[in-house]
């Protein structure tokens, strides 16, 4: 376990104990939003900027009383952004939500049957955002030579998407997830497309630094449970991780020994 | 006058300041953030900002998002 003790994630110089990050939408209300984040043991929550007059009536509670961020860092998305302005602007907004947090989420687009990033838009926004002081964490394809990019545009971590946003498919493309962490310098984190407790183990197993979600958990029948399987995939992926597995053999190798037998 | 509050029409008295329009929407001290024909007014800035006719004006918050 010692080795664990100083296993932190560490984005934009700040150290996190947990591994797991969550979205906060989806939920049927904010108290179940509450309860699913304490679950999640995440300490890195997303949320989305909207106008005032989307998705709160009068006199509800506010999202940032129920997750706070005095409790947790409070990472902005930019969701719904289709182009690099957009993306920019709502960045800029969210800044100014949350006094000067820097660190944003940039996910721009590109069509709203699959949700897949529009990387040519991405990039732009990457550009201005990195230069106007904001640290990205950005969304994108599992392309490595993109991420790559992203990373030495002064991304402090790339997150390829598992699968499409809120799919639950699942890591469709773990080699190409490989090939980008093999030569990354920055987190690599796994964003959409978990589905289960099994796929944020298995993206942990490959040597992610982290998995995002939000589906997974919102939708599952029981998300408080299913945030609580999630907190536990993610330690026991890293765990096996650091643990390394072992080697991947063609024909059995018996775990009694053969001396001794009474036949 | 008459602006544009988050895409619509939105009449407010005239001479108006940011800090008004954010009163009279019932958003005083709740965590928000505000835009002037596309330029951040910081916090700090909207009991001086006075808006004008035709302004457009966003207010934004967080809501649940993945």
């Known amino acids: 376990m010692s080795q664990l003790q100083n296993d932190a994630l560490v984005i934009a110089g700040k150290s996190y104990n947990s591994r797991l990050l969550v979205g906060t939408g989806k939920y049927k209300d904010l108290e179940e939003t509450g309860r699913a984040i304490e679950a999640s043991g995440a300490e890195i929550v997303t949320v989305a900027v909207r106008r005032t007059n989307i998705g709160q009536n009068p006199g509800e509670p506010n999202l940032l009383e129920v997750v706070s961020p005095d409790k947790y860092t409070i990472l902005p998305n930019t969701a719904g952004c289709y182009t690099a302005d957009d993306a920019v602007r709502t960045c800029r907004l969210a800044r100014e939500l949350l006094d000067g947090h820097n660190l944003v989420k940039l996910e721009v687009l590109g069509d709203q049957k699959t949700l897949y990033p529009n990387m040519v838009e991405t990039i732009k926004a990457t550009e201005t955002l990195v230069k106007d002081g904001f640290d990205v964490m950005v969304y994108c394809n599992d392309d490595p030579i993109v991420a790559k990019q992203l990373e030495e545009m002064g991304c402090v971590a790339v997150m390829p998407l598992g699968s499409l946003i809120g799919s639950g498919l699942g890591i469709l493309n773990p080699h190409n997830i490989r090939i980008i962490m093999e030569s990354a310098n920055v987190p690599i984190l796994v964003d959409a497309g978990v589905g289960t407790a099994s796929d944020a183990a298995i993206a942990m197993e490959m040597g992610c630094e982290g998995v995002l979600m939000n589906t997974a958990i919102a939708a599952a029948g029981d998300p408080i449970l299913m945030a609580s399987a999630m907190k536990k995939a993610i330690e026991s992926g890293r765990e096996a991780f650091l643990a390394g597995r072992m080697p991947r053999k063609k024909y059995a190798s018996a775990s009694s020994p053969m001396e001794g037998t009474i036949v | ?66």
């Open chain 2, 1 to 66: 006058m008459q602006i544009q509050l988050n895409g619509e029409a939105h009449c407010l008295q005239d001479g108006a300041h940011i800090s008004d329009l954010i009163e009279q929407l019932g958003f005083t001290g709740k965590r928000i953030a505000v835009e002037l024909n596309m330029e951040i007014i910081p916090r700090s800035e909207h009991p001086s900002t006075t808006l004008n006719d035709g302004d457009q004006v966003e207010v934004v918050h967080a809501i649940g998002g993945g």
